[in-house]
């Protein structure tokens, strides 16, 4: 198993510009979700989804986009980049089984720097 | 709502040193507690977790850490590090009425440097 894979490793931007963070995952997982990492402040979540066709907000969400039209795919959207956004980004993938608590699987993160 | 605090942004160690990072958090539910772990230029890995249960709660590569109620406390020890333990560790919390899904709360992480 490849586990959670992201694409791309590092990305430069400017201001304006949009691009999509890819995100897949190959155990199964209903949960996905995305968060970003800023030094300091450890890592919060932008979005998360419970099952394809199923997305909700997290605690940072003003600037990117989700979708989920498969169990595998969650793509993170920045619709238009600023500086603001330049962090590393993590997506993490879990069962949703009858209890929270599931362990999260990470992906190796995409560096951003937007200009 | 909940908040992680890890008191410690960076914890310098020697080499065969014990070591203990602090984490406290506050929360209005009952929460489950993780220590997770991230290796230069990796994504994060679950060292331990504790959802219930005996609280002192053991991981991986002989990391164990202990739940406090009374204190809202989640600290991480290990009584000998190694040089390849130079890493950041976060805490992290989740509500745990399940339909809050698996969200986290992170803490903002303690780098820990292993000398020689």
């Known amino acids: 198993n490849a586990g959670v894979t992201q694409t791309p490793k590092f990305q430069v931007l400017k201001t304006g510009q949009s691009m999509t963070l890819q995100c897949a995952q190959d155990m199964n997982h209903e949960y996905m979700s995305w968060y970003r990492q800023d030094p300091g402040m450890g890592l919060r979540l932008i979005h998360y989804?419970?099952?394809?066709?199923?997305?909700d907000q997290g605690e940072v969400p003003n600037g990117y986009n989700v979708s989920r039209s498969t169990t595998e795919d969650f793509p993170l959207r920045l619709l238009s980049a600023a500086p603001s956004q330049t962090s590393v980004y993590f997506c993490?993938?879990?069962?949703?089984?009858?209890?929270?608590?599931?362990?999260?699987?990470f992906g190796p993160g995409t560096r951003l720097l937007v200009l | 709502a909940q908040s992680v605090t890890q008191l410690d942004s960076q914890v310098p160690v020697f080499e065969e040193a014990p070591v203990e990072l602090r984490c406290n958090y506050s929360?209005?539910?009952?929460?489950?507690l993780f220590w997770y772990v991230q290796y230069p230029n990796q994504g994060l890995q679950l060292l331990l977790k504790y959802l219930s249960g005996s609280t002192l709660v053991k991981g991986i590569n002989g990391f164990e850490a202990e739940f406090n109620k009374s204190q809202t406390s989640f600290h991480l020890r290990k009584p000998s590090v190694h040089i390849s333990d130079t890493a950041e560790y976060f805490c992290a919390v989740s509500d745990r009425n399940k339909a809050a899904g698996n969200k986290l709360t992170f803490g903002g992480g303690t780098r820990v440097l292993v000398k020689p």
């Open positions: 993490a993938s879990s069962h949703l089984s009858g209890r929270a608590g599931e362990t999260q699987y």
């Open positions: 929360s209005s539910v009952s929460v489950y």
């Open positions: 989804s419970v099952g394809a066709g199923i997305t």
